[in-house]
Each structure stands twice: as structure tokens, then as C-alpha cells.
């Protein structure tokens, strides 16, 4: 019997080895990519494309009870248990301020990069009934999170989409006016060239495979703008954090994955460049790799109660 993940956050529904019959019975298809390995456990080839969007489907409908979730083949395929992971340890950054989780709509979340997937926008409500905004750069991302939106009619009103115009900006041209909201969230571009995400994807697909493979298979997926950027992750998380202190009034918590432990001194220094009031490093699991969530808000304690 195979034991719980327990790397993962004690709250995540997916802490247990998955039950491929409930997933089957969830999306029949699935059927047809799961096998006994040689410790004698039903699982996938998570190599294999097909197969991980099949369970990411079966998860999401069976954990969520979102319908006929899907994505093009040609974007990111994430690992569901470490998506959720990230909305679990927020809860647990705005629960510090009033000893327990807050939870419906007054609590609005800012997905930056929210994909053609929309995953933590769907986990984030479904979980705790939060209202999320998700935004993104790429129109074609967004005509998709927008028609799992159309399937599932209980979420048009509490998950709404913003296309991004200018690929410069990340909070400009998306808060605007009156707009306030509890946190925001990003899982930023790690790689800073094409190059170094087809490098990236090729040595994953062969850590999966066991083989030599020169192509890469994008079970993970991935436009541009989910793989690289110029100048990678500390690029644009040096960028957030700019942009964020024009907006210091507007968001209590800003948030963002880390996936280089080696950027997080530098990031830490430009915080208190630019006046944060506090920031903490959260160490998290994310699927196979560890990552950290780095927050930080410019909201005095004292005056954190009355965003909920």
C-alpha cells in the first residue's frame, strides 16, 4: 500500500496515492494509459502528452467538479497536487491575520499568467469560494480559460478573465480604479531564452523516459510566455516587485513562486529597496521539484483586518 505524499500541504486533497478506478470512472478514456509499474502501483507515463491532460481532466472533475476541463496541446499541461499546494500555503498567509482561514467572496485573488488552464483560479474558489481575477498576455490562453468558464456556468461570476495588452507590464492596465484584492499570485517564466526551455523540457522528458531523447515532449507544454522570458525568473520577479510598489495600496498580499533558491537574496534586497513592510520566504513542494512562494506586502499590520 503506498503511503500519502506527505511533502505535500496537509490540506491538499491529492495527498493520497491516486484511485485510478474513481479517476476512470471520471474520464473512461484514462483507462487506456494506466499500467502496473515494478513496485506493483497503477500509475501513468507522465511522458506521454495524452496521458497527463486525461488525469489533470479526471482530477479536476473528480476533486473540483469542473466539467470538460481541457487545453491545446500546444500549452502547459501543470501537475494538479503542486498547483494546489500554492493556493493551500496562501490560505495559510491570510489566516496568520485572523486565526483562521478566510473564506467566500470578499477574499479576491490576482492570478498573473493564469494560462489556457486556469487551474488556480478553479482550485482557489472551489477550495475556499474566493473570487479570482486571471490575466494574461496571450489571447489564445484566455479564449481558452474562457470556454472552460463556459462549460462550467457556476464560475461566471466569480471567475472573470483580463487580457494583458502590453507584455512590459504586469499590474499596469490590469488594476485599475477601485479594484482591491486580498492577494495576488504568479508562477513566473523560469527559463531566460527558447533555447534554454527546449533544454530544460528535453532533459524532463528524459528523466521520465529513462532515455537518450533529443526532442522535446511537451507533456509539461508551453508557449513563450509560460517558459522563458528575457532575463528568466529573476527578471520578471525583479520587475513584479517594482511594479508592485505602485500598486502598494491596492493588493495586501503580492505573491509569486521562486524555483532558484540562488535569486532569493537579491530579491529579498530590492523588498527593502523598495519599502516593503514584510515579506517571508515559504518553502513548498511543487509536484516533482521543490519551490518556495515569496510574499510581500506594504500594508502595515494594524492595517491588514479590514481587507477580508
Not at 501543470?78 to 500555503?89: E, K, L, S
Not at 481558452?144 to 483580463?162: E, F, G, M, T, Y
Amino acid at each position: 500500500m503506498s503511503t500519502e505524499k506527505s511533502s505535500l500541504h496537509t490540506r491538499n486533497l491529492h495527498r493520497n496515492p491516486y484511485d485510478f478506478d474513481q479517476l476512470i470512472s471520471c474520464v473512461p478514456e484514462l483507462k487506456h494509459y494506466v499500467f502496473e509499474n515494478a513496485y506493483q502501483t497503477r500509475t501513468i507515463n507522465f511522458s506521454i502528452p495524452k496521458a497527463v491532460k486525461l488525469l489533470n481532466k479526471a482530477l479536476l472533475l473528480h476533486f473540483y467538479n469542473v466539467k470538460d476541463w481541457d487545453i491545446p496541446d500546444t500549452n502547459l499541461c501543470p501537475p494538479i497536487p503542486g498547483r494546489a499546494d500554492y493556493v493551500h500555503y496562501i490560505a495559510d498567509l491570510l489566516a496568520d491575520q485572523q486565526k483562521e482561514i478566510p473564506t467566500g467572496a470578499s477574499v479576491k485573488g490576482l492570478d498573473i499568467g493564469v494560462g489556457a488552464n486556469l487551474v488556480y483560479p478553479l482550485i482557489a474558489h472551489k477550495s475556499y469560494g474566493w473570487k479570482m481575477l486571471g490575466t494574461d498576455i496571450n489571447q489564445d490562453s484566455l479564449k481558452n480559460a474562457q470556454h472552460i468558464l463556459n462549460q462550467n456556468l457556476d464560475l461566471s461570476s466569480v471567475i472573470r478573465l483580463k487580457h494583458q495588452p502590453d507584455s512590459d507590464c504586469i499590474f499596469k492596465n490590469i488594476i485599475e480604479g477601485e479594484d482591491r484584492f486580498t492577494f495576488s499570485m504568479c508562477n513566473p517564466p523560469f527559463h531566460d531564452s527558447e533555447e534554454a526551455a527546449m533544454k530544460g523540457n528535453i532533459r524532463k522528458t528524459k528523466n521520465l523516459k529513462k532515455t537518450k531523447s533529443k526532442q522535446p515532449l511537451l507533456n509539461f507544454g508551453g508557449k513563450q510566455s509560460e517558459l522563458w522570458c528575457e532575463g528568466g525568473e529573476l527578471a520578471f520577479i525583479t520587475k513584479m516587485i517594482n511594479e508592485s510598489a505602485l500598486y502598494s495600496s491596492k493588493v495586501l498580499w503580492f505573491t509569486c513562486l521562486v524555483s532558484k533558491k540562488d535569486n532569493l537574496p537579491k530579491l529579498n534586497s530590492l523588498l527593502k529597496k523598495v519599502k516593503a513592510v514584510d515579506f517571508k520566504t515559504i518553502d513548498m513542494a511543487q509536484g516533482q521539484k521543490i519551490s518556495r512562494m515569496l510574499a510581500w506586502t506594504f500594508i502595515p499590520q494594524q492595517d491588514r483586518r479590514g481587507w477580508f
